[in-house]
């Protein structure tokens, strides 16, 4: 499932950004149905960055609900669906730190994850739409809830995409370029990344 995600795509605000709703940030997509804070620390958040349908280099970042944080840089030439291992570092992260990641992450995630449909269940900020199918995002986040079945058949699975600064410039596209960026600044150095931002 995690490679499919992939396919698709992958510093704290202030105060005064940071308006609050039920306990949580508000969404910059228009969720409000969201699960309480518990019901999302049990969710994995993969993020990617970099690639496309034309291959290059992507990046991955995987946090487990356990605190697991698995980071792999690969890459691949476009012309088949393979991508080489260039890079992979594994962390534990401390609970704190884990849940400021998820807290400003929860920004930007969909109302409801659904088991099917993931086209349907892809969100971009509010008032951003996609400006036609070379427009690609910066950053993807995939939310998933694993279902009870050994499959991938029951995970519930919600797609947030971060537009490149010049596809969108609306105030939720700028704060949620705000809030992921941030949210990606809190994890540990990473070889993985370092080799990423050089290919890059």
Same mark, same amino acid.
């Given at each position: 499932?995690? &490679?499919?995600?992939?396919?698709?795509?992958?510093?704290?605000?202030?105060?005064?950004? #940071? &308006?609050? =709703?039920?306990?949580?940030?508000?969404?910059?997509?228009?969720?409000?149905?969201?699960?309480?804070?518990?019901?999302?620390?049990?969710?994995?958040?993969?993020? #990617?960055?970099?690639?496309?349908?034309?291959?290059?280099?992507?990046?991955?970042?995987?946090? /487990?609900?356990?605190?697991?944080? #698995?980071?792999?840089? #690969?890459?691949? @030439?476009?012309?088949?669906?393979?991508? =080489?291992?260039?890079?992979?570092?594994?962390?534990?992260? $401390?609970?704190? =730190?884990?849940?400021?990641?998820?807290?400003?992450?929860? /920004?930007?995630?969909?109302?409801?994850? $659904?088991?099917?449909?993931?086209?349907?269940?892809?969100?971009?900020?509010?008032?951003?739409?996609?400006?036609?199918?070379?427009?690609?995002? $910066?950053?993807?986040?995939?939310?998933? &809830?694993?279902?009870?079945?050994?499959?991938? &058949?029951? @995970?519930?699975?919600?797609?947030?995409?971060?537009?490149?600064?010049?596809?969108?410039?609306?105030?939720?596209?700028?704060?949620?370029?705000?809030?992921?960026?941030?949210?990606?600044?809190?994890?540990?150095?990473?070889?993985?990344?370092?080799?990423?931002?050089?290919?890059?």
């Amino acid at each position: 499932m995690f &490679k499919h995600l992939a396919m698709l795509a992958a510093a704290f605000l202030c105060g005064s950004c #940071t &308006k609050q =709703v039920d306990g949580q940030p508000d969404s910059l997509v228009g969720a409000t149905n969201r699960p309480s804070a518990e019901a999302l620390s049990r969710e994995t958040l993969y993020i #990617t960055r970099g690639a496309n349908d034309w291959g290059g280099d992507r990046l991955s970042y995987e946090l /487990r609900p356990d605190g697991s944080l #698995t980071i792999t840089h #690969t890459s691949s @030439d476009g012309r088949t669906p393979k991508e =080489v291992v260039r890079g992979r570092d594994a962390f534990r992260i $401390e609970p704190d =730190v884990a849940a400021r990641f998820r807290r400003l992450m929860w /920004r930007v995630r969909p109302d409801l994850l $659904e088991a099917q449909g993931l086209e349907k269940n892809e969100v971009r900020p509010v008032g951003c739409e996609r400006r036609g199918p070379h427009d690609f995002g $910066e950053v993807g986040v995939a939310f998933i &809830k694993e279902g009870d079945d050994m499959t991938t &058949k029951d @995970d519930g699975v919600a797609l947030f995409e971060l537009p490149q600064p010049g596809s969108c410039t609306t105030r939720a596209a700028k704060l949620a370029r705000e809030t992921v960026w941030g949210a990606l600044r809190l994890l540990p150095s990473s070889r993985a990344v370092e080799g990423f931002e050089r290919a890059s």
